[in-house]
């Protein structure tokens, strides 16, 4: 912050900069009822670079359009375990605030982000699982975790997020994001649920916007062969679907870098390489059929006129069957199908209906897929959840159409549940805190949504029933029925019903609606298509069929089956609404408010009627004036005390009594009167902004006598740890020279009896001596040195010697024991490894040492046995070099300084050799376990030790399978691959016949 070294982060301590910074909470404003004084104090804050201010527990986030120095892990330590309000504000603190209100209160929280498209509420979103990412406890299973949360964001930008005119990177979707935590506070696991996904992008994009961002990114990252597969061009222009919006290019986006974030993250969330091949098969598929023409026959038929061959292998269906369903339809009537040829204009829709249905279908699937990556996988005791949701703001564009109309619903009923739940929450505190309750006065916005949502009389069930209405239906028989039906209530309005001056800025096709953020106009064309998102019966039936996978999944043959008609989509949204509601009334809230200060994306540039318009929209100022009711200010009495204590001569340095008592003797010293304020349980309220200015005036007034009588506290103290320093030092110097003089007396005196004289050596010679001992074990039996011990400890030596002997024998021979019961007649070159001598480690040269930063990453988990392998890929059994470590709970494979797989003993289910003599083993890993790559297939000079090592550790020596021919092992999910082992003049491991790997065993004489 470039005001970070003038204005004290301490939230009271910068109220003696406001006139230049502004207050850090809104209630603090004199005129908290001005709209005027709201806006200047976000334009002094922004002009600081200071983007975030409260409305009490509300953060209010401006967007800087460039990189602030506020995000740094040393910033999360400092707002981390941090009191709320200590501190400026800052997303970290609320992120950390609901953190430790779960923690405690062991109870769920959610974080509501909201504000316009471009005012950065992906941004929040991720900056607040960033901090989580970071901050709460982890270990390498929960911070794979926190990865797959993380890499989960780009995914979704990919497939949910495109250009428009107001943002680059503009979420079209709604998404609630859960976070799951153990009673440790560590995150377990994810769920997300997506909203409203604006499917109508995919085939029409306004002037200046683009199509979703997956389909730019293909073109310009894909490989050339990827590409050729899929039959696709670079050029974004070759497509109709993606020059609607005439913007293939964006400055700010490089969609071929965002192409590799995205196929890097899609394996790290669980994505197999047969999945990703569908998924780009039914995008290159949506860009096929968007360049899908039609021809209209001389009798007014319609037929497709260019190539779908295509475009069926894409989407995995008989291309004769798609040719029908996309010129024809199925109707059924009295138990009849007939099947009737559709014209061109049905032809179009039918065409473009297919193409969103597989897009959003597949984008519904792709959540699906990163919710089971996320899923919990063992349910955990006392676990807790912090919900992330991130959804729309209010929208009014120059034209407004199904989709405003939805969005604005939602923001309706968001704004209902916020007011709600604030009311609810400053209520509980003035209970809590034994203060009387004052009723507020706020504009309840209940009328509005009972307007759109109330059953048979709301706006969404006017227009299911014209959609589901016999006979001709339009768009404008729609708006008839709303203004016969509610055209007298006072937050709506037509042309016909409007006054003189409102029809002349509205026209016939359009209705407005006064929302709690003020009026907007919607158009109806499109109302009743974009209701029924209806998909031709024999579309379905076509995709049903489909061998892709991910489709087959997408389009349930039930579907087509089942004659019960789907909901529609406005009353689809409205049940998920009811169904997010309940969600968070479940959960205690915390509310972002995003703005973006200009339309430019310009750092510094403040628009003060863009900022207003929001203000209102995000109803900051009904906000304002609920929290601002009774008490603008409110204070734990420690925290009061501490700060304001100076100011009287009984509370200053230290107060010893009742802490209510201390605020009340500090209150009245200052002069506070009985309206100013007051005292509840465990906290100070007061009412007016100007008693907390004057009192911290007051604070910056005394300040240079308070640092006066610091100074000489300061040096008192000072002077008497010098002192004590001083005293210490002459003390233990005093003890260094007798400790001294008693050594050299002791070594005089050595070889007498032990005694005063010599006790303080002798003891020391001993300590010296088992100490060196401990460090210098010999570490097999045939090594037979010794240290050599003192005089006084040469027949303990003798013992300790014979004990240790006894105890590296009794190991050896257990190894040995278990080595005869596995190998014994078992494998060729048993006779051979009779006599070998088994060592702790074969890692014996420089060149194969263990690396420091592989120690290290193990940490407490010491290394028991080392041995170079050679590890052959299950796929073209390519040869790598490996070192194999084992441990007491797990085995790791080190190519130099990376561990490159780590094997848990539980997860090992079998070893596997052959009978030959061979070096080759192959590890099955059980294939529940999704964290192990797989079977491991490894080469060893010192099999038979390695193996002997490895089974009793794992505690596996009953799981060690001797097999003479062939040994099977697991390439991918439900891929077998098998060993061959035979007799020849010398040892070679190469690729044999079938695909399998033949292992030629020297003949042994």
Known sequence: LSLGQSVRLVMEGALTARDRVGVQDFVLLENYNSEAAFIENLRRRFRENLIYTYIGSVLVSMNPYKELEIYSKQQMDRYRGVSFYEISPHIYALSDNTYRAMRTERKDQCILISGESGAGKTEASKKILLYYAVTCPTNDRMAALGDRLLQSNPVLEAFGNAKTLRNDNSSRFGKYMDVQFDFRGAPVGGHILNYLLEKSRVVHQNHGERNFHIFYQLLDGGEDDQLNTLNLERNPQNYRYLVKGNCPRVSSISDKNNWKVVMKALPVIGFTEEEVQKLLNIIASVLHLGNTQFGEGEEGETYITTEISNLARLLGVDGSALREALTHKKLTAKGEEMITPLNFEQAEAARDALAKAVYGRTFTWLVEKINQSLALKVHSKGSSVIGLLDIYGFEVLQHNSFEQFCINYCNEKLQQLFIELTLRSEQEEYETEGIAWETVQYFDNKIICDLIEEKHKGIISILDEECLRPGETCDVSFLEKLEDTVGGHPHFVTHKLANGKTRRVMSREEFRLLHYAGEVNYNVNGFLDKNNDLLNRNLKEVMCQSDNQILSHCFRREEVIDQKRPEMAATQFK????????????????????????????????????????????????????????????????????????????????????????????????????????????????????????TEDVLEAKKPEIALTLQTSWRGYRERAKYQRIRRAGQTTSSCWRSHTLFIKGFIYRHGEYGPENDYFLDHVRYSFLKNLRKNLPKSVLDKSWPTPPPSLVEASEHLQKLHMR????????????????????????????????????????????????????????VQYGVSVIKYDKRGFKPRPRQLLLTNTFAVLVDKTKIKQRIDYTALRDIALSSLSD??????????????????????????????????????TNNVNINPGSIQFTVARGKEGIIDFVRGAELK?????????????????
């Open 575 to 694: 049940n998920s609404l009811m169904k997010l509601t309940e969600i968070l009334r479940s959960k205690e809230p915390s509310y972002v408010r995003c703005i973006k200060p200009n339309d430019a994306k310009q750092p510094g540039r403040f628009d003060e009627v863009l900022v207003r318009h929001q203000v209102k929209y995000l109803g900051l100022m009904e906000n304002l004036r609920v929290r601002r009711a009774g008490f603008a200010y409110r204070r734990r009495f420690e925290a009061f005390l501490q700060r304001y204590k100076p100011l009287c001569p009984e509370t200053w340095p230290n107060w010893h009594g009742r802490l209510a008592d201390g605020v009340l003797t500090l209150v009245k010293h200052l002069g506070y009167k009985d309206e100013e304020y007051k005292l509840g349980r465990s906290k100070i309220f007061i009412r007016f902004p100007k008693t907390l200015f004057n």
């Open 807 to 862: 105890n590296m024998v009794t190991k050896y021979c257990r190894i040995k024991m278990v080595y005869l019961e596995i190998f014994k007649d078992q494998k060729d070159s048993y006779p051979q490894s009779v006599g070998r001598l088994f060592l702790d480690s074969r890692l014996g040269t420089q060149r194969e040492q263990i690396s420091l930063k592989v120690v290290q990453t193990l940490g407490n988990d010491k």
């Open 919 to 956: 070096g080759m083993c192959v590890l099955h890993i059980t294939r529940e376990d999704n964290k192990q790559k797989g079977d491991l297939l490894l080469h060893c000079s010192h099999s038979i030790e390695m193996v002997t090592k490895l089974a009793m550790m794992a505690n596996k």
């Open 989 to 1005: 491991v190469t690729k044999g016949r079938r695909g399998h790997l033949l292992v030629v065993s020297q003949r042994l004489l």
